[in-house]
Each structure stands twice: as structure tokens, then as C-alpha cells.
């Protein structure tokens, strides 16, 4: 045999080599899709529903998704604390995370799999068997009438389509205390920060609400936020712990919030909301203003607020409370107010067993020699706008007037 024909037998040897190659190559693949394709489908058929205790879980191979959903948003966690029919939430879903192989929790985070998620809502009654004396009885009426008006506010103008968000956006304002069971939604400008210490002060942080400074309550990072927990954390909480708001007046708590943020010196306010306000909203603003961002007027944020495009974002101290603490979505188990503060808030602790000698604190948090924002500084307020900006800014709040049974200004 010549080298020629040494080297054609090796170049037909190393061609047959590689088309050889290439099909166990695609065979491999092959079988490597469709083995994960049957696994998606047993994931995506299977039920993952929860049945009320002393029941045996059945796999069922076809169920009925709500449009909007995919099955894996249909997913519940598998929390054990099962109400019944009545069970808020249990409709929504057992993670999916141990089903996805090492790859996939790298390259898709868990929470992914729970982009939207629908929380029926469920009005459970309060366990008052914590609370003593009669003179709590009032108290107890109002808030079972407060309950009674947000559920059924919200099972008349909500519909199912837009009972719908993101859930770790939803809980986002939730703070957990989790020594006697209670969430919190923060409502900034409604008692918030007194709220915060009482709640250090019952997870054992602090002895009392005295003893904890401004900077400690808003930026110590002692008390966990709901979306801090996985995602059986959140529903567990969810389901059995005891959910509070505390709301306001909204254009009383409109008016408190510009006051402590604008009228007072404030270094990220100013700099931040300031500076973009003035420039767009100040025609032939001097350079000290535009430099500082300080002496924001009234009617001068009411634009910003106003305003679909506004040169800065929204901010929770002016945030509609629909869209802070989601009321139609959770079932709030008490709904307090801050023009009953005291009264609601110590009724409050005594339900969750709280201690017999902490009290809500009566101490003003800031600019304690500030009149407090009241109606008829509000209307002081109101006066500087005009007829339609009054109107503008009431229709701005309208779901929250509406949903806590607040009375309508006159504007």
C-alpha cells in the first residue's frame, strides 16, 4: 500500500469517527429532552392542592387553572395550618424548587416560580378571649363594623382579575414580630414609628418604647420584614398570625408627611425630592434653591404628586395605603385608626397577649413643639391650591377614603 492510499483509508476512518460522534451526540440529547420533558409534565399535572388534616393527598392529572395563571403560580407551600374552607390561601402553592435540578435553582431563582399569586379573602373572627374589663366592649363593636365595611367593600368592587400582584411586593411593608404572633403593615404618618418600638419591645429588643431612639426605630434593622421569610414562612405567617393596619385621614396624613419632610431640614428629602420639585415645578428658581432642593411650597409637591410624570418617583409617606398594605388582598384581622390610636392600639395588644404594663406610647416621635396635623390645618393647607387641584388630590386618595370609611372633604 502506497502513502496515498495510507492516507485516504485514514481520512475515510476519521470521517466515519465523527459522523459516529455526532449520532450518539444527538441520541444522548435526545433522550436527555425527553426525559426532562416528562418531568415538567408530572410537575405541571401535578395537584398540589392542600386537603383539610386527616385527609389523604390525591395526585390528580388534570385540574382547572384560572385564567392569568400558569399551573406552576397555582403551586401552594405546604403549610399545615389548614382552615377549612375558609382558607385564604389555600389556593396558591407548594414550591417547586426541590423539584428543579441544582442547575435550575442557580439560573432561576425560587421565587420566580411566583410571579403572580391570588389570596382569596377570608374574614376570620378575633379571639378576645385575652381581653379584660367591659370598657373594651365599644372598642370591640367598632372594629367588627371597621371589618365588616373593608370586606365587603372589597368583595363588591374588586374582581378577580385585579385581586392579583406580586407577593413578595405585596408583603413588603409587612413587619413581623414573632413572639406573640402579629404582623404589621406600616403606614408612615399614621403612628408607624411608635408602632415599630412597640413592636421591638415584644420580641424582647427593648424593655420599653422609651428607651428607643428615631435612628433605632427606622434604621437599626431590628424587626424582620415579611418578605424577608421563604416562601413557607410567608404563608404560615399569613395564616395564623394576627394581621394589623393602622390608617389616616389621607390628605391629614398627605399634609403631616409634606410638613416633615419639607418643612423641616431634612439631607435626603431635600437633595433627593427637593431639588427635582423646584426645577420643574418653580419657574425662575434662584441657585440657592436649585442647589439645596430646600423651601418646597405646597402647592409646588401637589404638582409633583399629580404629576404622571413626575421627575421623581413615589414615596411611602404619600403612597396610596391601597397600594402600601394591599387591603383586598389580605384579610387584615384589625384595622386601626389613627384619630383612635391609643385606644385601638392598647385594645390591640390585649388580643395578642401582650404585656399588662406596655402601653402605646403617647410621645409625639419628631418635632414634638409642632401643632399636630389636624383638619383645620389641613384646610390651611388646602387654601393654597386651586379649586381643581383640591378635587385632583382627593381623587388621588379616593380608593383609600373609600375603603376605610373615610368622610370626604370639602374641597
Known amino acids: 500500500m502506497n502513502l496515498r492510499q495510507v492516507f485516504v483509508s485514514l481520512l475515510m476512518f476519521g470521517v466515519a469517527g465523527l459522523l459516529l460522534f455526532m449520532y450518539l451526540q444527538a441520541w444522548i440529547e435526545g433522550q436527555h429532552t425527553a426525559s426532562g420533558e416528562k418531568l415538567q409534565q408530572q410537575i405541571t399535572n401535578q395537584d398540589f392542592t392542600l386537603p383539610p388534616p386527616g385527609t389523604q393527598r390525591k395526585v390528580v392529572q388534570s385540574r382547572h387553572v384560572p385564567p392569568g395563571h400558569s399551573r406552576q403560580e397555582m403551586a401552594i407551600l405546604d403549610s399545615r395550618h389548614w382552615q377549612g374552607k375558609a382558607d385564604p390561601f389555600g389556593a396558591v402553592a407548594v414550591s417547586l424548587v426541590s423539584r428543579l435540578s441544582d442547575q435550575q435553582k442557580i439560573s432561576e431563582p425560587p421565587l420566580s416560580q411566583f410571579r403572580e399569586v391570588y389570596l382569596p379573602l377570608a374574614l376570620r373572627p378575633l379571639n378576645k378571649t385575652l381581653v379584660k374589663g367591659d370598657e373594651w366592649k365599644d372598642v370591640g363593636s367598632t372594629q367588627e363594623k371597621r371589618r365588616s365595611f373593608l370586606y365587603e367593600f372589597c368583595q363588591k368592587y374588586n374582581s378577580r382579575k385585579k385581586l392579583r400582584t406580586h407577593l413578595v411586593h405585596m408583603v413588603s411593608r409587612i413587619y413581623v414580630e414573632d413572639r406573640h404572633k402579629v404582623l404589621y403593615c406600616e403606614v408612615p404618618k399614621a403612628g408607624c414609628s411608635n408602632w415599630k418600638r412597640v413592636l421591638m419591645v415584644l420580641n424582647g429588643l427593648a424593655t420599653s418604647t422609651r428607651n428607643i431612639s428615631h435612628d433605632d426605630v427606622h434604621y437599626g434593622k ?40 419639607f418643612e423641616h431640614p431634612n439631607s435626603y428629602y431635600h437633595p433627593v425630592f427637593g431639588k427635582a420639585i423646584i426645577k420643574k415645578y418653580r419657574h425662575n428658581a434662584d441657585e440657592e434653591a436649585l442647589k439645596t432642593g430646600s423651601g418646597v411650597k405646597f402647592k409646588e409637591f401637589i404638582q409633583y404628586l399629580l404629576d404622571s410624570h413626575r421627575p421623581v418617583g413615589m414615596d411611602i409617606h404619600w403612597e396610596q395605603v391601597s397600594k402600601l398594605c394591599y387591603p383586598c388582598l389580605i384579610n387584615y384581622d384589625f384595622i386601626g385608626k389613627f384619630e383612635t390610636l391609643e385606644e385601638d392600639a392598647n385594645y390591640f395588644l390585649q388580643l395578642v397577649g401582650a404585656p399588662a404594663e406596655l402601653k402605646f406610647p403617647k410621645f409625639k416621635d419628631r418635632h414634638s413643639s409642632d401643632e399636630r396635623t389636624s383638619a383645620e390645618v389641613v384646610r390651611q393647607y388646602l387654601k393654597e391650591l386651586s379649586k381643581e387641584e383640591r378635587q385632583l388630590t382627593y381623587d388621588f386618595y379616593y380608593l383609600d377614603y373609600l375603603m376605610f370609611n373615610y368622610t370626604s372633604p370639602i374641597v
Open 222 to 261: 431590628h424587626l424582620r420584614k415579611l418578605d424577608s421569610y421563604d416562601l413557607k414562612g410567608i404563608y404560615t405567617r399569613l395564616n395564623t398570625y394576627t394581621k394589623t393596619i393602622f390608617v389616616r385621614d389621607p390628605l391629614e396624613r398627605l399634609v403631616s408627611a409634606f410638613r416633615d419632610k
